[in-house]
């Protein structure tokens, strides 16, 4: 099947679904990591904070690859 | 919350400061000869570049008098101006040396967010759905250049047409405008009240046909603006989805590419302009990926066509992050 124009804007819509379901996998799962009762300003939270980033960036990496593979594929088969 | 009246008062004299600067910058370049080609049209007109200087200016004044009513305090002020100032020196060397890819975003991304993070004017809790706020205290001062840098090339990266840039600023800022408004953030509905004037006294001489191009300088100060308004005013999120389309074309460039390069480092043009005056998709797997070569794909189209889609693309995006405001109230 051809794929037309339109196919770019549903691509940006499931983007920002997909960023939606990547924040409420942050929300729900990553903001809860509790370890060892380490609050702010304790030396140890840069690590703490450390982990909660990198899992973000790792989710946010994730999502622009998806990006890239939609957008060659749509080039693809709209030709 | 703030009047109406005074919102639409600052509106007012910003459209009218930034109207008067971009007619008054277009007649430097014109008798400086800083002048550009339009690539995509078959006469190839000259067109007076540097237009954006105007949007620096009109934020530099508005933003004085916003102080001086007492809208904005001191630390928010020196923040925002010095993180201007610093984007509009790197836009305007970008545009009378020519910097090379890898150094506009590097100076940005070293420079632009030091205001910010010595002023100390955000908060490291980002606002998101779901989530009541994701607390980095300690990562986020590193990230506001990091913020600034990839919006205000972000920005840079998505004005290959008359006008797409402008006119895709002014519909994003309406949309925060208004959501800025119903949170109540005084800081960022003053800023984009101002943001917008200046935008669309620009957008007046460069939508299509443009009578001026923005520049490095326009691009990458209206970028900027942007992320300053995110960290600022606590819109991080807000902001990300309705710049959706900016990210996504600059990330398919820079994926495509396989690094930074400045324009006349990439030797294939993602656009082919036919001798007809249509444009059409280029056919070469070497070619950068970017949102206009998406809509290009499989047909040809005007360039007036190109910008409308585009266009839509921003609207869109504009709609997705009011659903997302809505989803964190």
Not at chain 1, 35 to 40: M, Q
Not at chain 2, 74 to 102: H, M, P, R, S, W
Not at chain 2, 180 to 203: C, D, E, K, Q, R
Request: glycine share 8%.
């Amino acid at each position: 099947m051809k794929l037309n124009f339109y196919t770019v804007y549903l691509i940006l819509v499931v983007q920002w679904f997909l960023c939606l379901v990547g924040i409420w996998f942050l929300g729900n799962i990553v903001a809860d990591i509790k370890v060892g009762g380490i609050v702010y300003p304790s030396p140890y939270y840069f690590l703490f904070e450390s982990v909660k980033f990198s899992i973000s960036i790792v989710l946010a990496l994730f999502w622009l690859y998806i990006w890239r593979e939609m957008a060659k594929r749509y080039l693809s088969r709209s030709k | 919350m703030i009047r109406i009246t005074v919102l639409v008062s600052l509106f007012c004299i910003s459209l009218i400061l930034g109207l008067i600067l971009t007619k008054f910058f277009r007649e430097i370049a014109i008798k400086y000869g800083k002048m550009g080609v339009d690539i995509h049209k078959i006469e190839k007109p000259l067109i007076p570049e540097m237009g954006g200087t105007s949007v620096f200016f009109t934020l530099l004044v508005m933003n004085y008098l916003c102080l001086y009513f007492r809208f904005l305090t001191l630390e928010y002020f020196l923040g925002f101006t010095f993180t201007i100032i610093i984007v509009a020196i790197i836009g305007f060397i970008d545009d009378v040396y020519k910097l090379k890819g890898v150094y506009k975003p590097l100076l940005l991304g070293l420079l632009a967010g030091l205001p910010l993070i010595y002023f100390g004017t955000y908060n490291p809790s980002i606002k998101m759905p779901f989530i009541e706020g994701f607390f980095i205290p300690i990562i986020y001062p590193f990230l506001i250049p990091l913020v600034i840098a990839v919006t205000s090339n972000s920005f840079n990266m998505l004005d290959p047409f008359n006008g797409t840039m402008t006119t895709g600023t002014v519909i994003i800022s309406v949309t925060l405008l208004i959501i800025s408004y119903l949170m109540g953030n005084i800081i960022s509905t003053v800023y984009l009240a101002v943001f917008l004037g200046a935008v669309l006294g620009l957008y007046y001489y460069n939508r299509y046909p443009s009578k001026v191009f923005t520049g490095n300088i326009g691009s990458l100060t209206i970028g900027a603006t942007v992320g300053i308004i995110a960290i600022q005013g606590r819109m991080e999120f807000i902001v990300l989805v309705a710049i959706l389309p900016y990210i996504m074309n600059s990330f398919l460039i820079l994926s495509s590419i396989k690094g930074l390069k400045e324009k006349s480092e990439i030797k294939e043009r993602p656009t082919k302009l036919l001798d007809d005056g249509f444009l059409e998709a280029s056919t070469n797997p070497n070619a950068p990926l970017t949102v206009a070569r998406l809509f290009l794909s499989g047909e040809k189209l005007t360039e007036l066509q190109v910008i409308r889609r585009i266009t839509l693309l921003f609207v869109i995006s504009s709609l997705l992050a009011i659903f997302t405001f809505v989803m964190m109230r």
